[in-house]
């Protein structure tokens, strides 16, 4: 959302990617306890219904599938150790 590629490191932000990182966080954040959070497997609310936010993930998982805003194929790659997913066009800063 943030249009940063996974790849930047935090020291390379400047001031205006700093805050729209921080905006875009907010968002997601606020978005997804809207929506009863994210069930990969087995996480669930206290009254059991699972979390349906994982239907709203813009790269996350979707290694191979394409980009739903800009249709190129969201890219995989083990960054810091973790599997990341990501858009090549759309996450370009
Ligand atoms: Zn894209």
Known sequence: MAKIHPKKTSA??????????????RKILSRSIKAGGTTLRDYCVPDGSFGSFQKNHLVYRRQGLLCTLCQSVILGDVIAGRTTAFCPSCQIL
């Open 12 to 25: 390379n932000l400047n001031k205006k990617q700093i805050q729209t990182l921080a905006l875009c966080i």
